[in-house]
Structure formats: C-alpha cells, structure tokens
Nanobody, 118 residues
Framework: VQLQASGGGLVQAGGSLRLSCAAS????????MGWFRQAPGKEREFVSA????????QYAGSVKGRFTISGDNAKNTMYLQMNSLKPEDTAVYYC????????????WGQGTQVTVSS
C-alpha cells in the first residue's frame, strides 16, 4: 500500500486547510486510515483516524471540534478538514493506514507541511 498526502500549506491563524491522503496498491487490505503530526522539536502525535465503515472515529483532544476526518471509499482517499487553525497546529502531517485497527499502523505516507502563522 502506498499513501500520498497532499493539501498542506501556509495559512493564517483562524483559517482552514483540507489534507487529502490517497491510497494505492492493495487498498482492499486497509481497515482504516488516519493522521499523525510532528512539530519541530516535539514528538510525533496522533491527530485523528477513522475506519472505512465510518463507525469508528478518533480525534486527539487538541483538535476535537476543529478537525473533521472523512473518507471516500470509491477514491480510496481520506480527508482531514482543519478549521480554526492555531499556530500550535504547525507541523508535518503524516497519513497512515492500518490493516487491523486504529491503534497500530502498517503504512506511512510522506509528510505534508502545515504552517499556521499568528
């Protein structure tokens, strides 16, 4: 499975961005997909994840109410709509995919930079 993330960029605080992650290859093996992020000098942290059926969705407390994860099964693509962005959301965002659950991830995509200016 290959993951291609896109949609990062520079935005002012309070603005919005939508990240996309397109999966290719053995996509039938994917149970769910999600996002992690890593800010400079900080550890990588979980952001959000969702299984393809949509009945299991998780958010980190720091983004709940501001970010929305969604998926398009037909396109094998998962999205992260990020609203009310804050400077502390600045990070490299990584798309991930799991074959079994939303706790351990088997595949990682390249990162996409999100920079929020104050």
């Amino acid at each position: 499975v290959q993951l291609q993330a896109s949609g990062g960029g520079l935005v002012q605080a309070g603005g919005s961005l939508r990240l996309s992650c397109a999966a290719s290859g053995r996509t039938f093996s994917i149970y769910g997909m999600g996002w992690f992020r890593q800010a400079p000098g900080k550890e990588r942290e979980f952001v959000s994840a969702m299984n393809w059926s949509g009945n299991s969705i998780q958010y980190a407390g720091s983004v709940k109410g501001r970010f929305t994860i969604s998926g398009d099964n037909a396109k094998n693509t998962m999205y992260l709509q990020m609203n009310s962005l804050k400077p502390e959301d600045t990070a490299v965002y990584y798309c991930v995919a799991s074959r079994w659950n939303l706790s351990e991830y088997d595949y990682w995509g390249q990162g996409t930079q999100v920079t929020v200016s104050s």
